[in-house]
């Protein structure tokens, strides 16, 4: 335990005497918690709240596939 208070009053004391440093470490500091932050809500939105609809794993999601032709003329497609 003084181990750790010796090595905290070393660190507030070099942040004292180095005034840019202790911005520069702020500044990442706000930085990570603000894309921390960002990242969450815009995961908590998506992924993790139920979607708006009354009945959610009923809904399917339709798409087409535009597909080459075969030399011969022939179309091709897959059914799923």
Known sequence: MEKLWKN??????MLT?????????????????????????VVNTVLLQPLPYE???QLVML???????ALDGRGSFSVR
Do not use: C, D, K, M
């Open 17 to 41: 005497n180095t005034p840019g440093f202790s911005l520069l470490a702020i500044i990442a500091i706000a930085l990570g918690i603000g894309a921390n932050t960002t990242i969450f809500s």
């Open 55 to 57: 009945a959610p794993r």
């Open 8 to 13: 905290l009053t070393h660190s507030v004391r």
């Open 63 to 69: 798409s087409t596939e535009q597909r080459t032709q």
